[in-house]
């Protein structure tokens, strides 16, 4: 039985024969459009252009006078049939039903029976529905002719289609730039080129002396060596061959590995033989390596290069391929010790590279915590409330901004606000102490007036030359003026005629001592 999912498929594939892309329809709509221009030729439409005018009363369906042939014949068919068939089932719904049965006559009957004929009434129903609406889709048809224009609305034509997708932006920007863009400067455009023509000459030019200097140096390296070059090379790469022979049987002999205690059977003992093998490995390859760039330096050095000829456009491929021919020699062991070190630079540029990244957060994170510590101490501390920054560095309006960023920004409030509070602490003991200057003034007046009004001489002049020294300096006008006066009171309570008298007077009604 098939699944939900092969019916819905084939329906999908009947159904598809009858949707439409929107340029299709459009494409039909444009011919349909010239086939009603053709058959109005021109003017307006007196007669109705649909095939099935109406129905007479008999029911008949009335057509034009014209013969038709093909599929319009087919359709003026199909129209008749479908009447035809109307009419039918009209007079089978007219159709009276028989009377239904007694009860008696129920009692009696089957029960399959009244089952079969309520699934036959069902399905007579469902038919009746079907055609219903069948009818009235094709008098919706007949009453609206084709060339209407209710009938070729676009709204219900393309109603349940999917929607287009939307046009890109970039799409829709670049129209609108090409549209609204001015007309193509022609000279703007030759110039263009001709910088470019330019620059490309220049290129050609550079080229060209480069390849001028390569054949040069061809030229100059193609010349065949001379034979002292030859007995320099080999008379190098004998004594090379010397040296690392003696070498290597100076690393072989026993001397160079024993300590002079033990015999050299008893070091022939210890020596395992596995070692012995790679020693030897080890030799072999060297030597092995040694032949070959012996074979390289006398190839380079016995080489006669060939005179390249004049260049010309015929012998370029033969050119070609000679100089792909000729084999380069090999450059291993010459370029390895430079890409050995490249690669321990390389490593250590990374290690730079990776320690510097290191400290760099953990520098970021210091810093972090610091800020975070100090915004914590700015939240909790009396000392910024009092003295704000603004107040505080409103003299340093010409410092440079860029100054006051990460750690510096946020501990110059702090700074600044010391200050004040600095000069502010200053401020109060000097405005202390001169209060207590004037005070202490004002207290040596009065003893000095109670001393004349006693006639006894409170303050001794040592006492007041101590205090004097003390508080005020010997050399102030206001010392100065103190001396003065503590001079004159001495003078007068020694020129008063009642300081002989006793001074200790007490209170009137006392007796003295």
């Not at 050399?475 to 007068?492: C, E, I, L, Y």
Request: hydrophobic share 35%.
């Amino acid at each position: 039985m098939p699944t939900n999912d092969e019916n819905a498929a084939k329906i999908e594939d009947e159904l598809s024969l009858y949707i439409k892309s929107r340029e299709q329809v459009n494409y039909i709509r444009r011919i349909l459009a010239a086939h009603l221009g053709d058959c109005a030729q021109g003017g307006p439409i007196k007669s109705s252009l649909a095939l099935a005018n109406g129905r007479d009363g008999d029911g008949t369906v009335e057509t034009d006078s014209t013969t038709v042939h093909g599929i319009y014949s087919e359709y003026l068919d199909a129209v008749k049939n479908n009447i035809a068939a109307r009419k039918e089932f009209e007079a089978a719904r007219h159709y009276d039903l028989p009377e239904p049965r007694t009860e008696g006559t129920a009692d009696g009957g089957s029960v399959a029976l009244g089952l079969e004929e309520r699934v036959a009434l069902l399905k007579l129903h469902q038919k009746r529905d079907s055609l219903y609406a069948v009818q009235e889709t094709l008098d919706a048809l007949l009453e609206q002719p084709a060339a209407g224009p209710e009938f070729l609305d676009a709204d219900r034509m393309f109603q349940g289609t999917p929607a287009l997708p939307p046009v890109p932006r970039d799409v829709i920007n670049t129209m609108v730039i090409e549209q609204t863009s001015s007309p193509m400067d022609i000279p703007g455009q030759v110039s263009q080129l001709e910088r470019v023509v330019l620059r490309a000459k220049l290129l050609l030019r550079q080229e060209e002396q480069l390849l001028q200097e390569a054949r040069q140096r061809v030229h100059r390296t193609s010349q065949p060596p001379s034979q002292a070059a030859k007995l320099m090379a080999l008379g190098a790469t004998r004594d090379e061959l010397i040296h690392w022979i003696e070498t290597e049987l100076g690393k072989a002999s026993p001397e160079a590995h024993g300590t002079g205690d033990g015999s050299l059977g008893a070091r022939l003992g210890k020596t395992d033989l596995a070692a012995i093998q790679v020693q030897l490995a080890d030799i072999k390859e060297k030597y092995t390596l040694y032949v070959s760039a012996r074979k390289v330096l006398l190839e380079m050095a016995s080489s006669e290069s060939q005179t390249l000829p004049p260049p010309s456009r015929i012998v370029n491929a033969t050119k070609r391929t000679s100089y792909a021919a000729s084999p380069l020699p090999p450059m291993d062991h010459l370029l390895t010790p430079y890409l050995a070190s490249l690669v321990d630079a390389s490593a250590n540029h990374k290690a730079t590279v990776a320690y510097r990244t290191h400290i760099s957060s953990l520098l970021n994170k210091t810093s972090q915590e610091n800020s975070r510590q100090l915004g914590k101490a700015a939240e909790g501390s009396d000392l910024l409330s009092t003295f704000p920054q603004g107040d505080a560095s409103r003299h340093r309006s010409g410092t440079n901004p860029a100054s006051q960023a990460g750690l510096v920004s946020q501990a110059q409030p702090w700074v600044d606000a010391a200050d004040a509070a600095k000069m502010a602490t200053l401020e109060s003991v000097a405005e202390s102490v001169e209060n207590g200057q004037i005070a202490l003034e004002g207290l040596m007046s009065t003893l000095k007036d109670i001393g004349k009004i006693t006639g006894k001489n409170l303050l001794d002049s040592e006492e007041i030359a101590g205090e004097e020294d003390m508080w005020l300096g010997a050399d102030t006008p206001r010392a100065r003026r103190h001396v003065r006066k503590g001079s004159r009171a001495q003078s007068q309570s020694s020129t008063d005629p009642w300081a002989k008298v006793r001074g200790n007077l007490g209170l009137l009604g006392q007796e003295g001592p």
